[in-house]
C-alpha cells in the first residue's frame, strides 16, 4: 500500500503465529489527515448535515443518523449515544462514503431501550435491509464492537470489512476472559467511569472533553433500564446465538481491524494481540495518549486509522 509521508506508521512488525498472518501497527499522527484519506471511486459528498431517522422493525424501534450520498456505507455502531460519533461523521463523509450511525437497541415509544441483545443483529440487518444498502464497512466501538463483530460471523456476505475499536468484540474465551477480568480487581468497577475510561494524559489536557463525553454517555445510559437480575442480584446472562469464539475466527475470512488505546484498561494492547493473533485477514493499532474510547480521546489518529484501512478493501 502506498503511503505518503504524511502518513507513515511508526514500529511495523509482520509476524506470524500458528496459522495467522499479522500486521501490528502502532500508529502515530503525522501531517494532516487529508494526506491518507481517498475518496471512492464516483462517490459524492453529502453537503446536509446527517438527517435523524427513526425505523419501526419487526425486531424493535431504532434511531440512527443518515449522512446521505452515493458513497460506500460505513455503519458505526456505539453502545451509549450515536452522537459520540461526532468526530467521525464529518471525516468519513469528506472521505466520499455514507455514513449512518445506529443506535441498535430497541427504543420503546416512551424513550425507554428494551429488548434482549441477541436482537442488536438483527436489528442492524434488518435496517441495513430496509436501507437497500451495498455491501458495508461496519465500525463498533466497545459494546457496539461486540455488536460488529457477532453481525460480521453472523452476515460475512453483507461487509467489506470489520473494525472492532476498544474491545474484544465479545470473545468468549475462559483463558481471555479471565485474564481480563484480572485486570480490573473488585474495586475498578466502583472507581469514576472517566477514571476508568478515559486516559490520565486526556482527562490532564481536556477537562472541557471529559465534561462532553460525560454528559453524552450518561444520556445515552440514562435510557437504558437496568439488566434483568436473578434472585442472587446479579446480572442475568442471555444466551446469544452470535458469540464469538476463537474457533468460529479460525474460518473467519473478512478482512478485520482491532483498535485499542495504549491506556486502555479493558483492552490493554497485549490483550488485544491475543486476539488479533488468531484472525487470518487481521490488523492492530494502538491509538497513542488513548484509554477505553480512542474516537473520542485522539479522534485524528483513530480516524486516519479506519480510513487507512477501508479504503483499500
Known amino acids: 500500500m502506498q503511503q505518503s509521508a504524511d ?5 511495523t512488525l509482520g509476524y506470524r503465529w500458528g496459522t495467522a498472518e499479522v500486521l501490528w501497527t502502532t500508529l502515530i499522527m503525522l501531517g494532516a489527515l487529508s494526506a491518507c484519506a481517498s475518496r471512492p471511486p464516483g462517490a459524492g459528498v453529502a453537503s446536509a448535515p446527517p438527517a435523524d431517522a427513526s425505523a419501526d ?19 458505526l455502531l456505539h453502545p451509549n449515544n450515536i452522537h459520540l460519533w461526532q468526530n467521525q461523521i464529518p471525516t468519513l463523509r469528506a472521505a466520499g462514503y455514507r455514513v449512518i450511525a445506529i443506535d441498535y437497541r430497541n427504543r420503546r ?10 436482537g442488536n443483529v438483527a436489528r442492524v440487518d434488518e435496517l441495513a435491509t430496509r436501507l437497500g444498502l451495498p455491501k458495508f464497512h461496519i465500525i463498533g466501538t466497545g459494546g457496539g464492537g461486540v455488536v460488529a463483530m457477532q453481525y460480521g460471523l453472523a452476515h460475512p456476505d453483507r ?17 481471555v476472559n479471565a485474564l481480563e477480568l484480572s485486570l480490573r480487581p473488585a474495586p475498578f468497577s466502583q472507581l469514576p467511569q472517566e477514571f476508568r475510561e478515559l486516559s490520565g494524559s486526556y482527562r490532564a489536557a481536556l477537562p472541557g472533553g471529559v465534561r462532553r463525553w460525560l454528559d453524552m454517555e450518561r444520556e445515552g445510559r440514562d435510557a437504558v433500564p437496568a439488566p434483568p437480575t436473578s434472585v442472587t442480584g446479579t446480572a442475568s446472562p442471555e444466551l446469544n446465538p452470535y458469540e464469538v469464539t476463537f474457533a468460529k475466527l479460525s474460518s473467519w475470512q473478512v478482512p478485520t481491524l482491532m483498535i485499542t488505546g495504549d491506556a486502555d484498561l479493558y483492552t490493554p494492547p497485549s490483550v ?14 494502538v491509538i497513542p ?12 489518529a483513530f480516524n486516519r486509522a479506519i480510513l487507512s484501512f477501508i479504503r483499500t478493501h
Open 109 to 118: 415509544s416512551d424513550g425507554i431501550y428494551s429488548a434482549p441483545a441477541a
Open 159 to 175: 461487509v467489506r470489512t470489520v473494525a472492532v475499536t476498544n474491545s474484544l468484540g465479545g470473545l468468549r474465551d475462559a483463558d
Open 289 to 300: 495518549e488513548c484509554g477505553h474510547n480512542a474516537y473520542w480521546e485522539n479522534p485524528t
Open 7 to 11: 502518513c507513515r506508521y511508526l514500529s
Open 272 to 285: 488485544m494481540r491475543l486476539f488479533v493473533v488468531h484472525l487470518r485477514h487481521g490488523v492492530g493499532v
Open 57 to 75: 422493525l419487526s425486531s424493535g424501534t431504532v434511531q440512527y443518523l443518515d449522512s446521505g450520498g452515493g458513497g460506500v456505507p460505513v455503519l
